[in-house]
T-cell receptor, first 116, second 115 residues
């Protein structure tokens, strides 16, 4: 089974609708991240969470909110979707503890969101 | 401020030839540096990472990267390209001295290896 899973994998919605994207991980990592990917822009950080009680805004948090329900779950919400939020969304996890894989991020398969 | 530049949007190379995907970075302190690969319709996969020590880092699928502190570069290389290496490659940096622990990604370089 995949270590980082995202649901749904694809979603088409209409402007103004509320959307929730979910991420679950079995890696036991405290740190989780939400990115969006747009062609030619790379990955941009939306929100990140270093533990259940610690949530931080990234570069492009406007129009998004998050919830860290448990160590293993981190959800991204679009309260009122707009067409320029059409993108590929990725969840990632990392472990800050010293070791060969410190801060290496592990990504889910992505959610392709289309807002009409 | 921390940032990563991948100066080439696209790199094309013939199968069997060596490949290089370029990356330069800017951090206020000492860096951790990463390369990730993204195949179509997939998430990013970790390739390799520079922490400290030997400037030449070996990673998955025969890839390696050379850390050059004076040029603030971390170019990805492979001696002999395969068609299956065709993918989108991302360089990322983390300031080792920062407590935030987040990565900054470049915009990506599309590698195409033709038969």
């Amino acid at each position: 089974d995949a270590d980082v899973t995202q649901t749904p994998r694809n979603r088409i919605t209409k402007t103004g609708k509320r959307i929730m994207l979910e991420c679950s991980q079995t890696k036991g990592h405290d740190r989780m991240y939400w990115y969006r990917q747009d062609p030619g822009l790379g990955l941009r950080l939306i929100y990140y969470s270093f533990d259940v009680k610690d949530i931080n805004k990234g570069e492009i948090s406007d129009g998004y909110s998050v919830s860290r329900q448990a160590q293993a779950k981190f959800s991204l919400s679009l309260e009122s979707a707009i067409p320029n939020q059409t993108a590929l969304y990725f969840c990632a996890t990392s472990d800050p503890r010293p070791g060969p894989f410190t801060d290496t991020q592990y990504f889910g398969p992505g959610t392709r969101l289309t807002v009409l | 401020a921390q940032s990563v530049a991948q100066p080439e949007d696209q790199v094309n190379v013939a199968e069997g030839n060596p490949l290089t995907v370029k990356c330069t970075y800017s951090v206020s302190g000492n860096p951790y540096l990463f390369w990730y690969v993204q195949y179509p319709n997939r998430g990013l996969q970790f390739l390799l990472k520079y922490i400290t020590g030997d400037n030449l880092v070996k990673g998955s699928y025969g890839f390696e990267a050379e850390f050059n502190k004076s040029q603030t570069s971390f170019h990805l290389k492979k001696p002999s390209a395969l068609v299956s290496d065709s993918a989108l490659y991302f360089c990322a940096v983390r300031d080792r001295g920062s407590t935030l622990g987040r990565l900054y990604f470049g915009r990506g370089t599309q590698l195409t290896v033709w038969p």
